[in-house]
């Protein structure tokens, strides 16, 4: 981590989560009470997929053949990513800085949280836990498409000045976290912000939000907000569009997209804080 990152205690203090540190060997040992929020999480989403996520999230479950009844250690999902398209996981805290983030992406490294929400936040938690990383997004990383993808954006991050990274993350929110594709079964899930959610893999699929036919320029000019049900989700006409796009010049779109600015926002501001009575 570099030293702009934040430490363990940073993270417990600003989201009241602290992260589970690996062994000598690497094992992680889970409280019992952190394996039975995972076991409810794992069997509310897996009663919801069928019909709803697309077949290679399907393909890639499957193969990694995570357990039920407690959290996985990332050495057995680290095995299965790397023998499938050279990916492994790795252990952080929680939030960490951008750079470390592109660099991990690009030297085909996902970031995994060790922690897990509480029962109290089944529903919603600010920070992606490992739950949602390792359900939500690593089926995926097994189809070579979307690996190749997220490969690329980590090393376009990397490089990419402060202006650009804000342009680039709007791009991951509408793929990598929020992106549907349709298929010859239909319009289908692929990201891993929906799958691991109970009200957005309803809300996504749902006749409620806007669904646009992606344009990755689009896509980069269309701001989010993180703590509600999308009200717009782009969709790709098969997940090989990533591939393709991944061979694209990604950073001349960005450019494209901060000439042409932002689209105007499909919802209402963020409530501020209330500020405290002196």
């Known amino acids: ?3 702009s990152s ?26 019992e009470q952190d394996n039975v929020t995972w076991h409810t999480l794992m069997q509310r989403q897996l009663g919801m997929l069928e019909g709803r996520v697309c077949q290679e999230y399907l393909d890639g479950l499957e193969r990694l053949a995570l357990p039920e009844d407690r959290i996985p250690q990332l050495a057995d999902i680290d095995r ?19 750079d470390t983030f592109f660099e991990l992406l690009a030297n085909r490294r996902f970031p995994v949280a060790t922690f897990i929400r509480t ?29 190749e993808f997220t ?13 650009e990274r804000v ?30 959610s109970p009200k957005e893999t309803l809300h996504a699929l749902s006749d409620v939000p806007e669904h646009l036919p992606f344009d990755p320029i689009e896509a980069l000019r269309t701001p989010y907000r993180i703590d ?24 001349g779109m960005v450019h494209r997209a901060m000439e042409l600015g932002l689209h105007a926002p499909r919802f209402k501001p963020a409530p501020k804080a209330a500020k405290a009575k002196a």
Request: aromatic share 12%; proline share 8%.
């Open 167 to 196: 342009y680039l993350a709007r791009l991951y929110w509408m793929t990598v976290e929020f992106g549907l594709v349709d298929t010859p079964a239909g319009r289908r899930i692929y990201g891993g912000g929906i799958i691991s």
């Open 1 to 3: 981590m570099t030293s």
């Open 119 to 147: 029962p109290e936040e089944l529903d919603y938690l600010k920070e992606p836990d490992i739950f949602h990383e390792i359900f939500g997004h690593c089926p995926m990383l097994t189809n070579p498409a979307f690996a």
């Open 6 to 31: 934040p430490t363990l205690s940073d993270v417990a203090s600003k989201t009241g989560y602290r992260a589970r540190l690996p062994d000598d060997s690497g094992f992680i040992d889970w409280p």
């Open 228 to 251: 509600i049900l999308q009200p717009l989700y782009y969709v790709l006409d098969e997940l090989s569009t990533l591939h393709e796009l991944s061979q694209q010049d990604i950073m």
């Open 151 to 163: 490969a690329t954006y980590g090393r376009l991050g990397l490089a990419a000045g402060p202006k």
């Open 80 to 98: 299965v990513l790397h023998a499938a398209t050279g990916w492994q996981t790795a252990q952080v805290p929680a939030l960490i800085p951008f």
